[in-house]
């Protein structure tokens, strides 16, 4: 699927993206390039990008009625699900990193996350029929799943808990329940005149005056972000220990500024300090190929665009996320929680173990597709989404299915070429930043 044309796409596509970031922090982008080098599925993960200029030049026959227009996760491939607290206090495994989420097409998640499958099933050597079968056994799960919105008076009453999940995914939540914040704690920080202080290593970084003033004031505003319904009693709470400056993300999120906040949690006791993450949003992939108008306006920068995206896709958000600005520029704050798991790929391996994995994500897409949180302050999908969908696909299910699986094997295959065109072109200092 390459053409003589495409090196010049990828390079084109990645300035585009990245162009800033890479300016701002060389080091980190090398290491991020290096780490997308590794692997096909690895590139994938960092280029969605070039993922939404490819299917956004595409005809989308099977997204109408307004199913053109949902808020979708952005960056859906198989490493994005793993265990979170609720804010229920139940340990739940569902979908995560919400940093790319936007309004488009619901059909762009389902391509993006059997593209994905497609090269993970590459990778185990499974032969194209299985992993057809897989793409397959996903897809008819997430449609099974809308029609029961579809009938139901409910969405949010899917969940993948402890006492529902099996397999893998079980493997996932018991390993999260074993957890402790104490430990986290302990990880990160050191006793000093009685209380906690963030531990220095090559990823953390004491402020200078002048950014430590910065970021507390930064800190304070995004406390009134907190929902109401989901906001502790702040005559503990909240109160601020230590700041320092982060770095050492992942593939995602090279180059983007951020820091971590301690602040006192439900008691003095050491035990239950709470550790925030404050990190500049970015722009998302998608929002640079489609008419952005009347979303853009309705946010006041990206850090409250991607909280106002996650409290709509994700029912019981995390109670602690929020947003900010420092410089004029959005944040995001999250809890860095004790408590999440990703699932574990690297032992998945038989087509029987991930069948059972996929039918679950199929089943937790379509809860984000088609639910919004009850504390979701958005009115930009204002109807039924599971109805917009199931309109735009009456009588041709199967044949979305067939096309998913078609679409995901060719297009992992595209990737694997990419892949190969991204490595020399990096190692040929092309790519707008040198491979040494």
């Not at 969405?155 to 996932?172: Q, S």
């Not at 998945?348 to 994995?357: F, G, Q, T």
């Not at 299910?397 to 990419?418: K, P, Q, T």
């Amino acid at each position: 699927m390459a053409t003589p044309d495409r090196t010049t796409v990828i390079i084109e596509v990645l300035r585009d993206a990245f162009a800033p970031l890479m300016r701002a922090d060389p080091a980190a982008f090398r290491a991020k390039y290096r780490k997308m080098a590794r692997d096909p599925h690895a590139f994938y993960r960092g280029t969605a990008c070039l993922f939404f200029h490819d299917v956004t030049q595409e005809t989308d026959e099977w997204a109408a009625h307004g199913a053109e227009r949902i808020w979708i996760h952005g960056d859906l491939h198989v490493e994005n699900f793993g265990t979170y607290l609720n804010s229920d206090g139940r340990l739940v495994f569902d979908i995560n990193d919400f940093d790319e989420a936007y309004v488009g097409h619901y059909t762009w998640d389902l391509q993006r996350f059997a593209a994905s499958l497609a090269l993970v099933g590459w990778q185990k050597a499974l032969p194209e029929d299985a992993i057809r079968k897989l793409i397959g056994r996903y897809a008819r799960s997430y449609l099974a799943q809308v029609s029961h919105y579809v009938a139901s008076d409910t969405d949010d009453d899917f969940e993948i808990r402890l006492d529902t999940a099996d397999g893998p995914v079980l493997t996932a939540l018991v390993a999260a329940r074993t957890m402790r914040r104490a430990d986290l704690l302990d990880s990160m920080t050191y006793m000093k005149d009685g209380g906690r202080r963030f531990a220095e290593d090559g990823s953390t970084r004491r402020l200078k005056r002048d950014e430590r003033k910065e970021v507390v004031a930064a800190f304070r505003a995004y406390l009134d972000t907190i929902p109401d319904s989901k906001r502790f009693d702040r005559t503990l709470f909240y109160e601020l220990r230590d700041v320092v400056g982060k770095s050492g993300f992942g593939i995602g999120s090279a180059g983007l500024p951020a820091y971590n906040v301690l602040v006192e949690g439900y008691s003095q006791a050491l035990d239950n300090d709470v550790v925030l993450s404050m990190k500049q949003a970015n722009v998302p992939a998608l929002s640079r190929f489609v008419d952005t108008t009347e979303v853009d306006g309705y946010f006041e920068h990206e850090g409250h665009r991607t909280v106002v995206s996650q409290r709509a896709l994700q029912v019981h958000t995390d109670p602690l996320l929020g947003h900010t600005e420092i410089g004029g520029v959005g944040y995001v704050v999250s809890e860095v929680s004790p408590y999440e798991v990703d699932l574990d790929w690297s032992e998945i391996n038989e087509p029987a173990d991930m069948r059972s994995v996929v039918e679950l994500l199929g089943r937790a897409t379509a809860k984000i597709h088609c639910a919004s949180d009850e504390d979701s302050q958005q009115d930009l999908v204002d109807f039924q989404v599971e109805e917009a969908i199931a309109r735009s696909l009456e009588g041709r299910r199967n044949d979305l299915v067939s096309w998913l699986c078609d679409w995901g094997i060719a297009y992992a295959a595209r990737v694997r070429e990419d892949h190969a065109l991204f490595v020399d072109a990096f190692r040929e200092g092309r790519v707008g930043i040198a491979a040494t």
